[in-house]
Structures are given as C-alpha cells and as structure tokens.
C-alpha cells in the first residue's frame, strides 16, 4: 500500500520584513552622543590619554577595514600594512613638497586606494592561503622597494616636517581629532557598505560563490571594491600613524605586527560583524595598556585568545552578545516576522551579517 | 504492505537464485525473494526513526528500516528523496538530528565513520570516489589496511573481477566508468564488510555495465555478506533486492518485497502520487514498466 | 664566467631553501593547510637544537638526531590540536589561527629567550671551509652538505610516501580524506603524521639555517616562510621535487639580484616570486593547475 505525501498548508496570514529590531534610532542618538564626548576630550582629559586614544583610533580604523576583508569578503590579507605605510609615506612625500600633512591625508588615503588597483590585479585571483602569502610578500616588497629612494629616508626612514609651526598642545589635539575623524568616517563607510546592496552581494558570495555568480552578482568587481575601500583605509591609518609619530620608519610602518594587531582585534572582537572591531579594539587596548610593561606578553595573550576565539566562538565576543541578546546595534540583516507573534522570539529567520 | 504483517513465505512465479558454497551445499543467509523474514531476531542493521537536516533543509524525516542477514535490500526514490542521504549516516558521515542507527543491536550514534567500517558497515559511495593518484592495487591495499578478518582478499577481488589484476598498476584515474565502479566495490569488499553499503552504483555507467556488476552481487552475498543498496534504476532494484523500500522527499511511501508490490504501487509510491490506481491493466502495467526500466540509465 | 659562480651559488642556497619548503609544500599538499607559523617552527628548531647542545653536549652535526624526533612530536601534537580544530570549522579558520600561532611563537621567544641573534656553531674546520672549482667558484663545504641533505630528504620522502602503508594512507588522505573514512582509515591521525614529517623536517632547516647562517625570534617571518612559500609556489605545489627546484630557482634570482645591487638580493627574489604567481601560479614543474 502507498502512503500519501502530506502537503504543507499555507499561511494566509501575513509576514514582516523589518531592518532592524526597533533599536536603530537609539544606537544612532547613542552614537552620536559617543562621538560628540569624544571630540571634547582633548578639553578635559589628560594628553597621555589622547596619545593613547590616537593609537585606539588607528587600531579602529584598521581593524574595520580588516573585518570588511576577511569578515565579508573572505579575503585574508596578511600584507594591510602595505598601505598603512604608503599612507604614512604618501603624506610625507606631501609634506616635503609644502602641503600640510592634516591636509595631505585625504590625497594620501585617495592616493592608497589608486595603489590598491594594480595591486588587486596581480593577486586577485588567489586563493585563500596563497592570497595571504602574496600580499605578505606585497607588503614585504612594497617596503623593499621604498627603501630604496634616500630622498625618503632608505632604511632609516625620515620625520616629518611641516608641522613644527603648531603648538604641541593644539598639535596633539588636532593629531586627536583627526584620528576620530578617520575612524569614525571608517567605521561609518563600512556600515554604509555592508547596509547596502555591496553587503548583500558580498553576504551571497560567502555563502556560495558559485550561486552568487550566476545569480549575477559581480564578485570581481564587489571584492575589488573592498579591497580598494580597504586599501583607503588603511592609507589614511597610515596618515594619522605618521601624524602622529612625527616621524616613518620603514620596518615599523611595513611590519606586519600591524596585521597581527588588526586580525587580532577583529578576531577577538566579532570577526563578520560591525559591532565587533569596536569591541576587539577595546579589548586591544585595555590588554596593551595594562601589560604594557610586560613587553610582549599583551601580544601572546592576544594571540592565544584570538586563536580561541576564532575555533570555538568564531564570531567572537559580539558574536557571543549577538547570540544571547539579540542585539544588532548596527544591523545591517532582515528580520522576518511570523505572523502573529511581535516579540523577541519571533524571528522566523535571519539573513545578513553571518559569516561563512 | 511491509513483510511482517504476513508470516508465510509469498509464492512467487521467479524462482530466486539460492546461494551455493565452493562445494555446492546451501548456503546459511538467504538471498532468494522468496524466503521470508525471520519474525524474531535481531536486525543486522536496524534504523530507527532517523531525522536528518542539512543545515534547514530536512532531508530524512523518520525514516525506519530492518536489514536481515544476508538480504539485498534496496532503497528507491526519485532525486532528493534522501536515499543517499540514508545511507551516508548510516555510514556515519552525517549526523541524525533524531533517531538512531544500530549495528548488531548495539547503538552507532556518535560512532566515527572509520570506526563503523572496522567494525564491518562498509559503503561503496556515490560516484565511486577512488584515490585517484593511486594505483588500482594502491586504491584495494588502502582498503585492506584496516580490514577485518574475512574471505575477502585482494586475490580473491581479482578473480571476481577477471580483468583486474593484468591492470593492476595503473592510475584509477585512466579507468572507465564501469572499472572504477568494480574498483570501488572491490576496495570495500577487502574489508570484509558484514553490510555493505552501494550507493547508486549506475550513476553514470551504461545499462549493459550497470547489469554486469549487478551480476556480481551473488558471489559477493555467498560469502556471507549482506547488502543495501540505493539505486534510482527501479526495475534493476527490483531485479535484485529481496526487499524494497520507497524514499519520497525524506519519507518512507513504500515498503516490502518486489513480490509482493505491483508497479502501479511502485509507481505511486514513487511520484507521491495521492491513490495508486485500482487494479492496473496488463498493457499499463507493461507500459509503467518499461518507463521505470529507461530512468536511471 | 662569474655568472656561472652566481648561478651554482644560488643552486647551493638552493638546498637550503628546499629545505625550508619541503614541510610547507607537505602540509599543503596533504592538509590544504597553509601554515603561516612554519617558519617560527623552523626557528623553534634552531632553539631546540640550541637547548640539546647545551644540555647534551652531542655535537652540531648530530643535534638532528635527537632534534627532529622532538619537532616530530610536536608537530603530531600540534595537528592533533590546534590546526584539526581549525581545519574542521573553515579555510580561513586555519590561516588565523596558524597566524596566530606564529606570533604566539614569535613573542613567546623573545619573552623567554631574548631579541639576540643565534648560530649553531660548528666547530669541524673542513665544514667551515671552502674548495674551489676552478679559479673563480667557490664552494662551501658547508651548503653542499646542505644541499645534499636536501636532496636525501627529498629522496626519502619520495620513497616513503610511494612504497611504505603510511606513504600511501597519506596519498590516499589527500585525495580524499572522506573515502579513505570509508575504508576505515582515521584520516586526524595520518594528518598528524604528515605534520610530524612536515615539521620535523622543518626543526632540520632550522639546524641548517643555524649552521649556515643566524637566527632570531622573528627570523622565521622575516625571511624563512616567505622563502619557503616562494621555493614551493616557484616549484609548484604537489611536487616534492619541485621545492628543490623553487629553491634552486629562488637562489639564483637572488645572487643575480645581488650582483646588481648589493642589497637587491631579496628584492629580486621576490619579484620573481610575484612573476610566478601572477604568471604561472601552478608553478614551473607541477602538474596540477591549483592555486
């Protein structure tokens, strides 16, 4: 005897898609607030703190524009510090020729992501490990090949001019200052992009790349975007990095101790979501900060932990909020309601923001 | 119309082969069709209501069956009714969201994919997977590596398979179709598997071949073997198996002995189709027939 | 002729390099596993090989003996651990945790040992010495021995991987670990063996590189896996013969590179190695085209 399929019944009732979870216009407000704080803290901290800040805002920047790589695009650059040392050479370069380097900074960040095109052609169609290798041996190149001019410096490097007019407190704020301006700018594009269809491609790509494709989507084209916008952005790092060393040096500007900072970070922090670099940059700093005087250790406790994270809580600490709270302060996904239920636990689905 | 319902052998109009020994005596394991099952005693392989996602999709949905010793027991469906899905938890290398595998009554679940197959649930799976950079002989010594104590032997493989062993040094890769799928079943069979399991061995050969390695089957159960086997072509799954059961998207719709079944019932169980027809004319039954026989090839 | 002395120096360095490559291109070829730490390991082998010296007094020459079964052990353990548990979530999983693992090592090092540079020194004359071919080419007595090392390793491993079981589980892994499941191989465990040579033959280049020349705590990335990746992609991936002729090729640039520019060594070194992966990624002697 046969037995008869069942058929699902439909439901007749409705279903919502909605953004967000009805918190956006507070995370906004919030945000705000946080940035317009910040932007007063050279008028009541002391400069020892904004030094430090500097340095979080660096670290922040570069950590987004790793996420956006690794995170979404599934691109695992091991060589970022490529373009944070062109950035810092760029604006020197700027510098000698009489520009100021506050000014020079936007034409360096634009003049990285130029860079980043032919770059993106030579190693565009590796794969995961060898794409790793070959921007490490980029990176490693790059640096060779800057070596070589004395007029920069050579091996030892250079400082940089054009600043020694500025008062050092007004310098130190106005170094403050761009640092949170760059980093928020970054961490706003990255929100802008993933919020967009560039998300949605990228999301699908990670997914399966073979249905993205067919699909229509662009891939080339999507990871070259990243990888330029990431080129950009850590160009401009690399300009706030020379600002606010006053000086370059090659092998700390090209070291790829800058990578394992970022990756770290970003690991830790929630690698595939937005929130997270925020939180591994926190992470980051508080570690560097207190273990400062231990030399490396800060840097083997990150390791570790980063290789901890990244086995057993692969979306990492934001991933772990995400999971328990349901809380996307930048949400960047759909929700999909089931008819008749509005609360927390109505979620049908959820797309968006995963990582693969 | 499972087989339990009724206890008495079915008279059948095709006398099943029975299984000699080298020296002509009987052989303990039936394959025929027309032996029943026993009422008590243990299933060699049993599946108990197992549910199986791949990610969200469900692709088992409380799927049971019982796997007697020395039965061929076939498994038949259309595409993504879940067949080789079956057989792949079975051989553990997926894990059930519900319900259980056993192996001689002892429970497998969480049991490694290697350790099933020491222990004798072997499968020859979908599109052959061979070692491609080894030698046919590498490709049977891999699988001999581990292998229990049996008949089976490489030796014994090149004379099942006549044309083996002048072969026996070249790249699985330079094989045809048919080769590989006999390298592949040879491979598992020098592991002394109790059940082994074949996961749609005509994927991609020529019925003619298809046929030649069915033809096997015999030899392979008179050493005490039992079979499962999933197969898309109906009427050779039928041609073998002294039992059948019917996948349809995760779910069972048929289940019981290619004597005992009508192609209609087939059919329908088949396609998901809501009634089987009442009492099918000889012509329909004929022309049903030949539509199962020219899918799957 | 002192092109001719160039090109047979760099085929002497060669050695070295397939060396350093031989247990990337394993783990590779095996695992898919691009290790980013494998040049710290081959500087934790130039460490240990430090250690048994100092406690054990056998000489240079023979630390190895007692060195690689140690870098054997860990490289198993290490599989076993860290790098399956990555394995088993993603590709990108590997590469940072194997990132990670490589500046865990790195500042590991220079916490508990120090910033210093390190050489294995050897004490035996004849080896430190040189003879020479004719009047213009010099060879070091110390890079053939090298070179031959590398040339008996590679040897071994060819023959290990094609005649014993292990060799052929590991083939048959890496082809396809799930149908080797199947057949009841467990396929974590020829994956730890695989490491066990990759690494172990790692913790040989990191004695080699003591002799030859020096190590500190970020050797490993400063120059030997850069190196090492540039022999096994020049070389092409899946072929073990193909690292010594990466590294021979990889030499060669380089002392070309420095006969034009002292300090263009490195920088044409990895020119070519850039030429190679955009050009031609499967590499000058592989038959495969995976990238």
Redesign the interface.
């Known amino acids: 005897m046969s037995v008869t399929t069942r058929t699902t019944a439909r439901s007749v009732e409705k279903y919502r898609v909605t953004r967000s979870r009805r918190n956006v216009a507070w995370t906004g407000l919030g945000a705000l607030v946080v940035v317009v704080v910040l932007a007063l803290f050279p008028y009541i901290v002391y400069s020892g703190t904004t030094t430090i800040m500097v340095q979080a805002f660096i670290i922040l920047t570069l950590a987004s524009m790793w996420n956006l790589l690794a995170g979404y695009a599934g691109l695992v650059s091991v060589g970022q510090q490529a373009f944070l040392g062109l950035g810092a050479y760029f604006v020197l370069i700027l510098a000698m020729h009489g520009t100021s380097p506050f000014a020079a900074l936007p034409v360096a960040a634009i003049g990285c992501g130029v860079a980043a095109v032919p770059l993106w052609w030579l190693v565009s169609r590796l794969r995961s490990g060898y794409f790793a290798i070959a921007t490490w041996v980029l990176a490693t190149t790059v640096m060779l090949v800057i070596e070589k001019f004395p007029s920069l410096g050579s091996g030892t490097g250079a400082p940089l001019p054009g600043l020694a007019a500025i008062s050092p407190t007004l310098l130190e704020a106005d170094t403050y200052w761009i640092g949170l301006a760059v980093s928020v700018l970054a961490l706003g594009a990255m929100y802008l992009l993933l919020r967009g269809r560039l998300g949605l491609v990228l999301t699908a790509i990670r997914d399966d790349e073979v249905a993205a494709r067919s699909s229509g989507a662009r891939v080339g084209l999507a990871r070259m975007l990243v990888f330029v916008v990431a080129g950009i952005g850590c160009g401009a790092a690399g300009g706030v990095y020379i600002i606010s060393q006053l000086a370059v040096q090659p092998s700390a500007a090209f070291n790829v101790q800058w990578t394992a900072e970022m990756a770290f970070a970003v690991i830790i922090g929630g690698l595939g979501t937005i929130e997270g670099p925020i939180l591994g940059t926190i992470v980051y700093m508080v570690l560097q900060q207190t273990l400062a005087s231990y030399n490396v250790w800060y840097l083997i406790i990150l390791g570790v932990v980063a290789m901890a994270v990244a086995i057993f809580a692969r979306r990492g600490l934001w991933g772990l909020v995400d999971e328990y709270l349901h809380l996307r302060l930048f949400p960047v996904g759909y929700w999909l309601w089931e008819p008749g239920s509005g609360g927390r636990r109505g979620l049908l689905r959820r797309r968006g923001g995963r990582p693969g | 119309m499972s087989s339990a319902q009724d206890g008495a052998p079915a008279t059948s109009s095709q006398s099943g082969d029975t299984a000699r020994a080298q020296d002509g005596a009987p052989v303990e394991g039936p394959l025929t069709k027309d032996t029943a099952r026993p009422q008590d005693g243990t299933p060699l392989l049993e599946v108990r209501g197992l549910t199986v996602h791949h990610g969200q999709l469900r692709a088992l949905d409380q799927v049971s069956l019982r796997v007697f010793p020395g039965e061929v027991y076939a498994i038949i469906g259309a595409n993504g009714a879940g067949k080789s899905t079956l057989l792949r938890t079975i051989a553990g290398l997926h894990r059930a969201t519900e319900g259980s595998v056993l192996f001689d009554g002892r429970d497998m679940t969480g049991v490694r994919p290697e350790r099933r197959a020491t222990q004798g649930i072997v499968m020859v799976p979908e599109g052959r997977r061979l070692f491609g950079s080894l030698t046919l002989e590498e490709n049977l010594k891999v699988g001999a590596t581990y292998a229990r104590e049996g008949q089976w032997t490489i030796e014994r493989v090149y004379e099942l398979f006549g044309w083996m062993k002048d072969r026996r040094r070249q790249l699985t890769a330079q094989l045809s179709g048919g080769e590989q799928q006999s390298v592949a079943i040879g491979r598992a069979l020098v592991a002394n598997p109790r059940v082994l399991l074949l996961d749609e061995l005509s994927l991609g050969l020529a019925p003619v071949v298809v046929q030649r390695i069915y033809a096997m089957l015999p030899q392979i159960l008179a050493t005490g073997l039992t079979v499962l086997l999933v197969e898309q072509d109906v009427s050779q799954a039928l041609r073998v198996a002294s039992h059948i059961q019917c996948l349809l998207e995760g779910r069972t719709t048929l289940e019981g002995r290619p004597a005992d079944v009508t192609p209609e019932q087939v059919e329908a169980a088949y396609f998901g189709l809501a009634s089987a027809p009442a009492g099918a004319a000889e012509g329909e039954a004929l022309w049903i027939g030949s539509m199962m026989s020219s899918r799957g090839s | 002729m002192d092109w001719v002395n160039d090109v047979i120096q760099g085929i002497l360095t060669g050695g070295l390099y397939a060396l350093f490559a031989c247990g990337l291109s394993l783990m590779?070829g095996v695992m898919k596993?691009?290790n980013?730490a494998h040049g710290d390991l081959a500087v934790v082998g130039g460490y240990v090989a430090l250690g048994v010296i100092a406690i054990t007094h056998v000489p240079v020459l023979w630390s190895f003996l007692i060195v690689v079964p140690i870098m054997a052990v860990l490289g198993y353990g290490l599989q076993r651990t860290?790098i399956q548990?990555?394995l088993d979530?993603?590709?990108?999983?590997t590469?940072?945790?194997t990132?990670?693992?490589s500046?865990?090592i790195e500042?590991?090092l220079?916490?508990f040992v120090n910033a210093d540079s390190h050489s294995l020194g050897v004490n035996n004359s004849i080896i430190t010495a040189s003879f020479s071919l004719g009047s213009q080419i010099q060879i070091a007595w110390l890079l053939l021995l090298i070179l031959v090392v590398a040339v008996v390793l590679l040897l071994g491993l060819q023959y290990f991987l094609s005649a014993s079981?292990y060799g052929?589980?590991i083939?048959?892994v890496?082809?396809?670990k799930?149908?080797?499941?199947?057949?009841?191989?467990?396929?974590r465990h020829v994956f730890g063996i695989a490491a066990a040579i990759a690494v172990g033959s790692v913790g040989l280049a990191g004695i080699a590189q003591g002799m030859y020349s020096q190590f500190a705590p970020t050797t490993g990335?400063d120059t030997i896996?850069?190196f090492a990746?540039?022999a096994v992609?020049i070389g092409g991936l899946g072929s073990l013969w193909g690292t010594l002729v990466g590294g021979v090729v990889l030499g060669v640039a380089q002392e070309i590179g420095s006969q034009i520019n002292a300090s263009?060594g490195?920088?044409a070194g990895?020119?070519v190695?850039?030429a190679v992966?955009?050009l031609r990624?499967q590499g000058l002697v592989a038959r495969g085209a995976q990238?």
Do not use: M
């Open positions: 590779f596993v691009v980013l860290l548990a990555a979530r993603s590709v990108l999983t590469l940072l945790v990132f990670g693992l500046v865990v500042n590991a220079l916490q079981k052929r589980l083939r048959a890496a082809d396809d799930e149908a080797a499941q199947l057949s009841g191989v467990d396929y990335t896996l850069l990746f540039a992609v263009d490195f920088l990895y020119i190695f850039l992966l955009i990624p990238a």
